[in-house]
């Protein structure tokens, strides 16, 4: 079993709507939480960083993360062409640990 | 602010050839960290650097790969010699003290090994 799964997509919504992004993951050691967006041939950009469970909201975009069921989300509200890109939700522990997900490629059509 | 410099951007060798990339982090960053993305999947860490000392290499493979940071800034990541499964995107990112801050990644290095 990998540490981190994802849903790889592609993902193709119509502009407006709201989108889902999940990962889960198997070690409980994981404390910290991180989606990224990245662009074609461009590096990863961090979006949001969120600590333990609980949510955490940023303008369109909110990041939830369920410990107990070992699941973290990412909200898109209102999509809008320029949200298409890879989203990858990243992991870590206190033992320098950092791990990636494989990426969810959304299109938002215009 | 200047952003996380790498180069060269593209680079085409043959198997058992070798290669070198080079990173600039951003400015006053401690950290620096190597990823390899392959194709359609996440960013998997090499080896990580805290100034110039490694915290952690468990996925670098030593037998062929190698990487230094000359005086806790400057990195350079090397292949030698590298094989066809090398092919893959090379990230460089830089954050300010540990994990828990916002890593940085610069524009990435392609490589195509022949």
């Known amino acids: 079993q990998k540490e981190v799964e994802q849903d790889p997509g592609p993902l193709s919504v119509p502009e407006g709507a709201i989108v889902s992004l999940n990962c889960t993951y198997s070690?409980?050691?994981?404390?910290?939480f991180m989606w990224y967006r990245q662009y074609s041939r461009k590096g990863p950009e961090l979006l949001m960083y969120t600590y333990s469970s609980g949510n955490k909201e940023d303008g369109r975009f909110t990041a939830q993360v369920d410990k107990s069921s070992k699941y973290i989300s990412l909200f898109i509200r209102d999509s809008q062409p320029s949200d298409s890109a890879t989203y990858l939700c990243a992991m870590a522990s206190g033992t320098y640990k950092y791990i990636f997900g494989t990426g969810t490629r959304l299109k938002v059509l215009a | 602010e200047a952003g996380v410099a790498q180069s060269p951007r593209y680079k085409i060798i043959e198997k058992r050839q070798s290669v070198a990339f080079w990173c600039n982090p951003i400015?006053?960053?401690?950290?620096l960290y190597w990823y390899q993305q392959i194709l359609g999947q996440g960013p998997k860490l090499l080896i990580q650097f805290q100034n110039n000392g490694v915290v952690d290499d468990s996925q670098l493979p030593k037998d062929r790969f190698s990487a230094e940071r000359l005086k806790g800034v400057d990195s350079t990541l090397k292949i030698q010699p590298a094989k066809l499964e090398d092919s893959a995107v090379y990230l460089c990112?830089?954050?300010?003290?540990?994990?828990?801050?916002?890593?940085?990644f610069g524009p990435g290095t392609r490589l195509t090994v022949l």
């Open positions: 400015s006053g960053h401690a950290t």
């Open positions: 990112a830089s954050s300010l003290v540990s994990i828990y801050n916002e890593q940085f």
């Open positions: 070690n409980s050691a994981f404390q910290y």
